[in-house]
Nanobody, 119 residues
Framework: VQLVESGGGLVRARGSLKLSCAAS????????MGWYRQAPGKQRELVAQ???????NYADSVKGRFTISRDNGKNTVDLQMIRLKPEDTAVYYC??????????????WGQGTQVTVSS
């Protein structure tokens, strides 16, 4: 199983970016998908999470600015980010908790994509 992210880059404050992540491989079913981020010198933190049924959860710092969505048919998850702030600068990681068959579930991480917001 692989999670491949795309869409990171450099943007000015108050700008927008969209991150995408596609899961591929031997996948029986994907449960939760989400985005985490890690800034230099800080711990990795949850940014947003979405269940297979579409329920979402956001970090307080991004509520109202970030929107997570997924396409269950394509095994993809997106993160639309608007009104970006310099403090959003981090490496963003796609995360999925998925079943490889009826009996086994594992968590997977993408390789990370850099988001840099200049002031």
């Amino acid at each position: 199983v692989q999670l491949v992210e795309s869409g990171g880059g450099l943007v000015r404050a108050r700008g927008s970016l969209k991150l995408s992540c596609a899961a591929s491989g031997s996948i029986f079913r994907i449960n939760d998908m989400g985005w985490y981020r890690q800034a230099p010198g800080k711990q990795r933190e949850l940014v947003a999470q979405i269940t297979s049924g579409g329920s979402t959860n956001y970090a307080d710092s991004v509520k109202g600015r970030f929107t997570i969505s997924r396409d269950n048919g394509k095994n993809t998850v997106d993160l639309q980010m608007i009104r970006l702030k310099p403090e959003d600068t981090a490496v963003y990681y796609c995360h999925a908790f998925l079943q490889v068959n009826r009996n086994y579930a594992f968590e997977y991480w993408g390789q990370g994509t850099q988001v840099t917001v200049s002031s």
